[in-house]
């Protein structure tokens, strides 16, 4: 039975540092011509209400979108990701949405492009199918993320990226995000791949790391964004990236990008960031 419910923090640091991530890949996939897949293995409902009582119960959007709203300096690299949320709350200048994750994909992605998209929570699911009713480009998938993934790659058409960010409401899932990592991997060796994780209990973590770098995968990333350097924070502190094969000028992005976040959305000034090339060439 699955408890978390991804209303209760919608627009929060870990979406913008995810959706960050996601809009700056998908933009540079989609200079060239060629169509790409989008997998989405844990989608979510697709969009939020920040209104909604389960979003007001802790309001963390307080400390992600909220910090960005109505701001005049945001860099480029943020740009993408701030149009979208603006059009998802339809151009109001109040901030009452945030999307999810397959709708910004959605709308970065062109006629000649296709979404596979997975959730098991029934309510959001449901949610999710109606966002993208009709829309022939989109397929929804009342599934297993990690095991409907496996049957989605290679793609025809060689080039995607497989966003997988599970709940890790059970601990066994960072062994397994893992495990999925690599087989899918092996199916697809040039895909790009971006993992999400929680910054709660650093062994957990660097053993993630560890085995990612023992694995022979190569060019590997990775990004973090927390609301208190010091790792003083209880509870969340923060949250990253993992990307496999990231696209060149990536890395660079994200350090400005986070440059500029940390300081907005950590705890009375003391945000921090990490990027680093964690497997190269
Ligand atoms: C963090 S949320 C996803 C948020 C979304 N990716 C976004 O950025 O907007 C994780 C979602 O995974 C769903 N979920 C949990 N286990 C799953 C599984 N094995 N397969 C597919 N979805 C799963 C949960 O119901 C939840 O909606």
């Known amino acids: 039975m699955l408890s978390y419910q991804h209303a209760f923090h919608a627009g929060n640091h870990a979406d913008l540092l995810k959706h960050l991530v996601l809009t700056r890949v998908l933009t540079y996939l989609t200079v060239k011509p060629a169509p790409l897949l989008y997998v989405d293995t844990h989608s979510g409902s697709g969009g939020y209400r920040l209104d909604s009582k389960e ?3 802790l309001q963390e959007y307080r400390q992600g979108i909220g910090v960005l709203w109505g701001r005049d300096d945001i860099p480029e ?3 993408p990701l701030l149009s979208l949320v603006t059009k998802f709350n339809r151009g109001a200048t109040e901030l009452n949405f ?3 994750s ?3 994909a959605r709308q970065l992605l062109r006629p000649v492009d296709r979404l ?3 959730e098991l929570h029934p309510t959001d699911y449901a949610r999710l199918r109606k966002q993208f009713g009709g829309d022939s480009k989109v397929r929804c998938h009342y599934e297993d993320g990690y095991k409907h993934s496996l049957s989605l790659l290679p793609p025809i058409e060689k080039r995607g990226l497989v966003l997988i960010d599970p709940s890790y409401e059970e601990k066994k899932e960072y062994q397994q995000v893992v495990d999925h990592l690599l087989a899918l991997h092996k ?3 040039t895909g790009i791949y971006a993992l ?3 910054v709660v209990e650093q062994d957990r973590i660097e053993r993630l790391q560890r085995q990612l770098v023992r694995s022979g995968i190569r060019r590997i990333d990775v990004y973090e964004l927390y609301r208190d350097r010091e790792q003083r924070q209880v509870g969340m502190n923060g949250s990253g990236m993992i990307v496999i094969n990231p696209p060149w000028q990536l890395r660079e992005e994200i350090t400005t990008a986070l440059e500029y976040l940390a300081p907005l959305v950590g705890e009375a000034g003391r945000g921090g960031w990490r990027v680093q090339e964690l497997v190269g060439e």
């Open 55 to 57: 979003a007001l119960k």
């Open 77 to 79: 690299q943020l740009e």
């Open 98 to 100: 945030y999307p999810g």
């Open 102 to 104: 397959p709708w910004l």
């Open 116 to 118: 596979e998209l997975c």
């Open 187 to 189: 199916r697809f060796a």
């Open 196 to 198: 999400w994780y929680p």
